[in-house]
């Protein structure tokens, strides 16, 4: 390559904005497009002895968001339970689920999965004690959070719901 087009391509790059190898550049995180919060539903469901939650999660943008339903549990949804004021120990269901997402969730092909319009929200259920036993007598503190960008962690704001406490005597 002729040293005439080195140069016209060096002066695109610096023309263009695109940073030079090696410049550092602030990292802008993307404004999250939706809130979390849960409401107690309480014990029942699937299996006697079942603790759930309601999840909500409302479209706060101009835009229409959309996710997988493949993803798992919940479409990347993280579960944060304290027993006493002390986080619960990663039970054998919250590691598979881990193991289920690192190889890519457990389907696929993407569903079509679910859209929320500007303004409006979903809501489901979900099973805490599918995941972390609450049998013990005590207070259980349960949070949800989930990713903006699951895939890209360095893209990604964490969206925290509000604290359920739930004490069983």
């Not at 339970?81 to 193991?99: F, I, R, S």
Request: overall charge neutral.
């Amino acid at each position: 390559m002729g040293t005439k087009a080195l140069y016209w391509i060096a002066s695109l790059v610096l023309l263009s904005g695109v940073p030079a190898v090696g410049q550092n550049l602030p990292m802008v995180k993307p404004a999250p497009e939706f809130t979390l919060s849960i409401s107690q539903i309480g014990y029942g469901g699937t299996l006697p002895g079942n603790y759930a939650v309601e999840v909500r999660e409302k479209n706060i943008s101009d835009g229409l968001i959309s996710g997988s339903d493949c993803s798992g549990f919940g479409d990347w949804l993280n579960l944060s339970v304290l027993y006493n004021g002390v986080p619960l120990p990663t039970t054998d269901a919250v590691k598979h689920l881990e193991k289920v997402r690192r190889a890519g969730g457990p389907c696929g092909v993407n569903n079509g999965g679910w859209k929320i319009a500007p303004g409006e929200e979903q809501q489901f259920p979900l099973y805490i004690t599918q995941f972390y036993p609450m049998r013990k007598p005590g207070t259980y503190e349960i949070t949800v959070t989930k990713e903006t960008e699951p895939l890209f962690p360095v893209m990604s704001t964490t969206v925290k719901s509000n604290t359920i406490s739930v004490v069983v005597p």
